[in-house]
Each structure stands twice: as C-alpha cells, then as structure tokens.
C-alpha cells in the first residue's frame, strides 16, 4: 500500500491511518481517503452507525472495531495488537479529523509509543471551517474543544481566556450553548461572537453578532444541531494599555523594590518589571542607576 513520503520506512507492523471524513456533506470525502478506507485490513470507528452510511455510500466493505470513549483502553490495545502484526488500520472519527475533541488522540499517543508508523488522510475538521467562515481575525488563534463539564474548573477555563487576543474557536452541543453564552457573557462582558451551525449541511448558518444578542436569539429560538462557537479576542492595543496604566501610579524603583520586598534577587525583579511593563531590561536598569 502507497503511504506517500513515509513508504521509505521499513517496518513489519502496519500503518495506522487518520482518515477525515465530511462534517455534514458526503461529497467533502477526498479520494485519497476513499482509497484507503477500501485498502486497509480493518477500519476503527468511534460511530460504527454513522461509518456503515459512508462506507455504503461509497460502496466499500469492510471490518468495522468500534473505538470510542468508553472502551478505548480495551480496544486501544487490541488495535495495537493488530498493527504489530501487520494490520493496517484506519481510524475515523464520528465527523471530521479523527483526534480533534475525540478519543483518536489516544490511539495516536498508543501507536507512536510502539513504534507504528502514523500518518493522514487530512480533510474537514468543523473548527477550521468555523474559523474561517466567522470573519474573525483567523492568523491566530486558539482552539480550546469543550469547555470542561465541571462547574469549577469550566469557570478557571473560562477565565484563564479573558486576557486572550487570538481568535477562540469552541465546540459546544445546542443543549449546553445557552448555559455557555449566559457564562462567557457574565465572565467576559460584551464581545462580537460567531456561532457557525450545521456546517456544510443544508442548514448551514453563521451568525455573526454580539455576545448579548446571541443570547437573547437562543432563548427566544431553541438551538438546533451542531455549532462551532468564535468568540473575538481582545484587543490587543487594550491590554497594553491596561498594562500601562496598572503600573502609571507607581516608580520604576517602587516597582522593583515590590519585587525585591516578595524575595526576588535585584536582577530578577528588574527582570520583571521589564516583563510588566513591556520594556526592555535596559530601560528599568537606565532608570535605576
Ligand atoms: N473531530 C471533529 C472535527 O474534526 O471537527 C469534531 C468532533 S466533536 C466530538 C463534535 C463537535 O464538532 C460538535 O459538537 C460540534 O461542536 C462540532 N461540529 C461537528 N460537525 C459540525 C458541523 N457540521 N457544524 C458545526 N459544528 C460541527
């Protein structure tokens, strides 16, 4: 079997295969994954339902090992079995890029650990379609998957990304999205957020608005389907000056010595104030002497 640029490494075992497959639209499944599906000895799957319609509409037959969240150890190590003895097997996700929110990343981590040769079919993945669609800064950003089910660390989570700048990119289910807007709204004030739905489908929607209007549409229309959330970064021209002025009303000198008095060496609380301040080291040494 072809395995492009990696068909130099010799190796018994066989190879495992990422194969992304469409988020919504059959016609987005590349012919190089179509090729593999029908080439490999065996094919994990974290959906085998969803995996039976592709595969029946491509026609292709084959040996499906169910491979989600809730078995993934036990059959993990099986399909580890199976490749060191020469199988090759692709893994598809539900939707999209396997080992983007799913449990592919362990099988990855698995078969590197051994010794197996990974590689990819690459092709949809529901974050970068959302992204790009939303008209929001997408030079950089951050892909941050669901947020955390725990109350506690979803709010650290949340919190940790109010300082952010880049683009946040988030995966959310239509039950959970008014909960996670009312959270982001009460956390992170008002901001220009994206919801991108049903990507690819029929039904595709991208609403671009402000936080507090997403709010107001979900609870007067119940959300349906899928959605990849964007929410705006902050403006990083803001953050600077928010910087400037925490540190306005104190000395250079009072400024290290704060850092000097918490037990920093001279040279490292220097070192700081630099950092704070977005000076060089040079200017708070020039200001000290
Ligand atoms: N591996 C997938 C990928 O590459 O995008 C993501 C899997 S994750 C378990 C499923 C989440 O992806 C959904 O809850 C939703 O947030 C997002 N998603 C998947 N398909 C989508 C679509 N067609 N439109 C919008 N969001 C989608």
Excluded at 19 to 40: Q, W
Excluded at 66 to 91: M, Q
Excluded at 144 to 163: W, Y
Excluded at 244 to 264: A, N, T
């Amino acid at each position: 079997m072809e395995t492009g640029s990696n068909s130099t490494m010799k190796n018994k075992a066989g190879t495992l295969y990422l194969v992304a497959t469409p988020i919504g639209n059959l016609e987005d499944i590349t012919l190089r994954a179509l090729r593999i599906l029908s080439e490999v000895d065996m094919i994990a799957a974290e959906d085998t339902r969803q995996t039976v319609k592709l595969l029946n509409h491509f026609e292709i037959k084959k040996t499906l090992i169910s491979y989600y969240e809730h078995n993934k150890v036990e059959k993990g190590n099986y399909l580890i079995k199976e490749l060191l003895e020469g199988k090759n097997i692709a893994l598809v996700s539900d939707a999209g890029t396997p080992g983007i929110s799913d449990p592919g990343e362990d099988l990855v981590k698995l078969a590197i650990r051994n010794n197996i040769e990974v590689t990819m079919a690459p092709g949809p993945v529901a974050a970068v379609t959302g992204l790009v669609l939303s008209g929001l800064p997408a030079g950089r950003f951050v892909f941050e998957g669901f947020l955390p089910m725990n109350k506690r660390a979803r709010k650290e989570r949340i919190q940790a990304l109010l300082r952010e700048t880049r683009t946040i990119v988030m995966y959310e289910a239509p039950h959970k999205l008014i909960h996670t807007l009312r959270e982001l709204y009460e956390l992170s004030g008002e901001r220009n957020i994206v919801l991108a739905r049903e990507l690819t489908k029929k039904f595709e929607q991208v609403v671009r608005c402000r936080l507090s209007d997403a709010i107001v549409m979900y609870e007067a229309d119940k959300p349906r389907g899928e959605f990849v959330v964007m929410l705006e970064g902050i403006n990083e021209e803001a953050v600077e000056d928010e910087v400037r002025k925490k540190w306005h009303d104190m000395s250079l000198g009072d400024h290290v010595g704060m850092y000097i008095k918490q037990g920093m060496q001279k040279k490292e609380a220097m070192k700081k104030v630099a950092e704070d301040r977005g000076i060089s080291k040079r200017e708070v040494y020039n200001a000290l002497i």
